[in-house]
């Protein structure tokens, strides 16, 4: 049985920073791509960034690009996400998710989700 359990939101202000982890169990984790996708309230969830098995490839949606960094520790079985400069419209409840491919995730759907951290960034 996949297990995604994410950890790391929290509250922060406009330009903080927060590093979200997602510690994956229950498969070989360095054989498939990770990614996170958020969704704020009343609206769809949305891919944020996504990686590649091996860490060499990665994408992120223009509204994170240069801020948000996405990455992986085969070691730990952990995929983190970065989030710098941030803006009170990245407020959002972040899901990690896994695939096997970077665009599968992005096509989705995928199989397997973590329960979800809150990020607020208040203004």
């Known amino acids: 049985q996949v297990q995604l359990v994410e950890s790391g939101g929290g509250l922060v202000q406009t330009g903080g920073s927060l590093r979200l982890s997602c510690a994956a169990s229950?498969?070989?984790?360095?054989?498939?791509?990770m990614g996170w996708f958020r969704q704020a309230p009343g609206k769809e969830r949305r891919i944020v960034a996504a990686i590649n098995w091996s860490g060499s490839s990665t994408y992120y949606a223009d509204s994170v690009k240069g801020r948000f960094t996405i990455s992986r520790d085969i070691a730990k079985n952990t995929v983190y996400l970065q989030m710098n400069s941030l803006k009170p419209e990245d407020t959002a409840v972040y899901y990690c998710?896994?695939?096997?491919?970077?665009?599968?995730?992005?096509?989705?759907?995928?199989?397997?989700w973590g329960q979800g951290t809150q990020v607020t960034v208040s203004s």
């Open positions: 229950g498969r070989t984790f360095s054989s498939y791509a």
């Open positions: 998710t896994q695939g096997r491919t970077i665009a599968t995730i992005i096509s989705g759907p995928t199989d397997y």
